[in-house]
């Protein structure tokens, strides 16, 4: 059996961490920075709380990749006023055709207008062709997890959005 991928990511945000974290959990901003966002529906519960099922549908390279996205975990529920030394946490598991994937993200204040945001990533792969993309391009998935967050550090630093960019 193939041993799970995992790895973390990390960017700082320029934003107070309630503000980078507000942007973050708002889901009529994620076709700003999430590239190749095609779908984000809800099947069960509100969007982004604990519990809650979305159908996601993304184009990737071409062709459209279509899993399904638990949250797992949203600590705390309310994101307005947290206290600066709490630690936000936002967790959430995706099934797709081929693959099972646990992403754990973490939200901290770096300072006064600093946010940290790191994302710890782990995928496991049944199918062959996911076997062998784990395998050959491991740091694809990494690369990709990169790609978001520096997305979504251009979008709520400067308002760029994703959909005005050919690349």
Same mark, same amino acid.
């Given at each position: 059996?193939?041993?799970?991928?995992?790895?973390?990511?990390?960017?700082?945000?320029?934003?107070?961490?309630?503000?980078?974290?507000?942007?973050?959990?708002?889901?009529? $901003?994620?076709?700003?920075?999430?590239?190749?966002?095609?779908? %984000?529906?809800?099947?069960?519960?509100? %969007?982004?709380?604990?519990?809650?099922?979305?159908?996601?549908?993304?184009?990737?390279?071409?062709?459209?990749?279509?899993?399904?996205?638990?949250?797992?975990?949203?600590?705390?529920?309310?994101?307005?006023?947290?206290?600066?030394?709490?630690?936000? $946490? &936002?967790? @959430?598991?995706?099934?797709?055709?081929?693959?099972?994937?646990?992403?754990?993200? @973490?939200?901290?204040?770096?300072?006064?207008?600093?946010?940290?945001?790191?994302?710890?990533?782990?995928?496991?792969?049944?199918?062959?062709?996911?076997?062998?993309?784990?395998?050959?391009?491991?740091?694809? &998935?990494?690369?990709?997890?990169?790609? $978001?967050?520096?997305? &979504?550090?251009?979008?709520?630093?400067?308002?760029?959005?994703? @959909?005005?960019?050919?690349?």
């Amino acid at each position: 059996m193939m041993r799970p991928l995992k790895y973390t990511v990390s960017i700082e945000i320029a934003l107070p961490r309630e503000k980078a974290v507000q942007l973050l959990a708002d889901p009529a $901003h994620l076709p700003n920075w999430l590239r190749g966002l095609v779908l %984000h529906e809800p099947l069960s519960g509100q %969007h982004g709380q604990l519990g809650t099922k979305s159908r996601v549908v993304m184009e990737m390279g071409g062709r459209r990749v279509e899993c399904t996205e638990t949250i797992t975990r949203r600590e705390p529920a309310d994101l307005r006023e947290v206290a600066k030394t709490r630690t936000v $946490h &936002f967790d @959430r598991e995706i099934v797709g055709e081929g693959m099972w994937s646990a992403v754990r993200d @973490r939200l901290t204040e770096a300072g006064p207008a600093t946010t940290l945001w790191e994302s710890e990533n782990e995928y496991r792969f049944s199918s062959l062709l996911m076997k062998l993309m784990g395998l050959l391009m491991p740091g694809a &998935f990494r690369k990709q997890s990169r790609q $978001h967050m520096q997305d &979504f550090k251009a979008f709520a630093e400067q308002g760029k959005d994703v @959909r005005d960019s050919t690349g």
